[in-house]
């Protein structure tokens, strides 16, 4: 089993920058690709960025460029790394085990204009 703890949400003017991070249990962390998410109020939750077990790393493109997710196998840690924030990166953000059924509970972003 993994829990998925996240951190790291704030309060940021556009412009800004944020990490994210999301602390895992376990000892299987390293094998699992993992994604964040996202789900801004009234909307569905959208997938921001993937990284597989090896580092590969994907992200949509309304991020493309300006977010970049990374992990440390060693501190079972996932990281989002938010520049150039815009006030409709407002959202929710979760991590998630690709593949499973396991979710953090969610860390709030707000990005002021």
């Known amino acids: 089993q993994v829990q998925l703890v996240e951190s790291g949400g704030d309060l940021v003017q556009a412009g800004g920058s944020l990490r994210l991070s999301c602390a895992a249990s376990?000892?299987?962390?390293?094998?699992?690709?993992m994604a964040w998410y996202r789900q801004a109020p009234g909307k569905q939750r959208e997938l921001v960025a993937t990284?597989?077990?090896?580092?590969?790393?994907n992200y949509a493109d309304s991020v493309k460029g300006r977010f970049t997710i990374s992990r440390d196998n060693a501190k079972n840690t996932l990281y989002l790394q938010m520049n150039s924030l815009k006030p409709e990166d407002t959202a929710v953000y979760y991590c998630h085990a690709r593949l499973t059924d396991y979710w953090g509970q969610g860390t709030q972003v707000t990005v002021s204009s």
């Open positions: 990284i597989t077990s090896r580092s590969s790393t």
């Open positions: 376990g000892s299987i962390f390293s094998i699992l690709a």
